[in-house]
């Protein structure tokens, strides 16, 4: 009797929970108003992206060799470029151009840092030692520089960029983070438990491990985000992106454009206020997410610097 | 300590290597179109047939002779500090690398200070004065700077005085030796841009790590003996606060020396990330290799400085 009652009453409660990612948002908008801001400027963005061909007034290619550089008026909204092309639609269709990379990299990015940190940190030993003296290498190379050098190789275009910058991202340092978490998870009961009624590792990490490490990957995809659409940006700028005539907002702030700035300031002004709003939205998000969801900022005094000086020692031993 | 200096570099050597092994191997990544490219751009007068401009374009690459052997020797020459040679003009990559790396250093360093100059205070009151509006201010500025792309701000640092006043940031280089005054400005702007983006990480450490700090007995200690705000802040706090902000700074400068490749590119500054640039863009594989390898050494040997400067700042990290 006793036992059924223990069985019951968690089940009753799990009943009266939202979806996971339902209570988040609903916890989101309760408790972090900034997160909550950035939140609903990304989704602007998002929708913006998507209705891109409705919303705007032109195609981004369409140029009207009458109307060059001219200001912002009430058939321009924000004016056109030297060809001729009207910049508010240009922003637009840019949208959609951040808003693939910003989904699709860090997509690729936790994707990789899920397999590759995850079994980092399930099997340890000797395919621990391997695979992170390969992550320590691959961090070697600042961010930049290992994405031009490789863009170069590889060439421009949207699909190579987000292949890049995404299997670039999820060789990076953010595996530390998983395997780290999966170390911790591991050593929980539960999982010996599991061991024990004889699980296969496959089963273990499906069932007691992912969901566990769930709230660490959303919190470093949004994270991801912000910085995808910063390092697409800056690519284009350098002529190493997403090649014209597709509307990157890195991109047009580059190239031919830059010569006639001076006589037309409003081409340099909105691709950057837009670039900056997304990633200020983006990183805002991010941060209330992992106020809510990171269980190592949950509770304990001190306990993230204990933790991060254990880390070192563990290095340095 | 000695020995755990000794075992510390040990620890480096695999990873090196591997770092080699990398960058000597990218070279034979290069897809094949843009290989037939550069035949073509070398045999532009079309004195050789394709297959004598096609060996002459492999030996320059090194992909002539068996793998481990061009290995062997093109490490054989990077120990001895010989990078190799352009493929565009001949020219010793080394040599031109060290006319560089003043240049670099400078701006790294502006970078550098700018960034701790403002996070340093901001990151302390913020966390002094948590959720007060204070705090959401300097953490709002925090992650504005982290958001605003450092491209387009100098962009506009070029555009807007150009048009209100007339007035543009030199755009040619300023040797120090020639004009001390013009040097400092030149190298001013665009880093204080650089260290203004690298101030938001840096701000949000700083934070982070002070109010853990203010949380710990000995600081309640510290108040109770009845010091003032100051001498707890600056004499007991701060301290131990800023020991992980050591590990920031150490891994972010590699890539603020070394790879403001946009900053140089737009402020026209003949620095490391300019020469990788160009060297990218003219497809310039030797360059692009010592540039890659160079940085890879670079962010090696500043991890080991900080994990050395860590122990050294804070007594609980003991070398065993």
Redesign the interface.
Known sequence: MTESATVAGPVRKEKKRLPFLLEVIARLVREKP?GTVGGVIVLIFFVVGILAPWLAPYHYTYQDLNAVLQAPSSRFLLGTDNLGRDLFSRIIYGARISMIVGLAVPAISTVMHLFIGGVSGYFGGKIDLLIQ??V??V????????M??VV????PGLTQLVLVLGILGGLGGGNRVTRSVVIGIKQNVYVEAAKAIGSSHWRIMVKHILPNIMPILIVSFTMGM?GAI?AE??LS????GIPPPFPSW?GM?SGQA?RY??DA?WM??W??VC??LV??G???LG?GLRDILDPRLRGG??R??NS??KK??N??? | MRA?VAR?FALII??LL??TI?VFL?VR???GD?IDQLISEINVENTMSYEEARAQLEVRLGLDKPIYVQYWKWLSRVVRGDLGTSMRNDRPITEDLLAKVPISIELGLWAMITGLVIALPIGIYSAVRQDTLGD?AGR?VA??M????G???M??VI??P??WWGWVPPMEYIPFTKDPLGNTIQFAIPGVIMGASFSGGLMRIVR??ML??L??DYIRTAWAKGLSERVVIVRHALKNALI?VVTIVGMGL??LI??A??TE?IFNLPGMGRY??DA??R?DYPI?SA??LI??TL??FCNLGV?LT??WL?P?????
């Open positions: 900034l003296r390969f320590d290498t961090m070697c190379f600042p961010g930049l520089v290992l031009l050098t170069a190789i590889v060439g912000g910063l940006s800056t700028f350098l002529g190493f890195g702030l830059r700035m001076l300031p340099a002004i691709p950057g670039l900056a990633v200020y983006m990183n805002m941060d005094l001190g993230y610097g991060k000086a070192k020692l290095v340095v031993s | 755990y510390r695999p990873t591997l770092v990398i990218s990544f290069i897809p843009v959401y709002t992650i504005l982290m958001s605003v792309p491209f387009w701000i962009t506009m555009i807007f150009a048009i982070t790590m853990e700090v949380r710990q992980p590699p890539g070394a790879g490749v946009v590119q990788l640039f990218i863009n497809r692009i540039m890659n940085m890879a962010v090696l994990d860590y122990g804070d609980r990290v003991q070398y065993q």
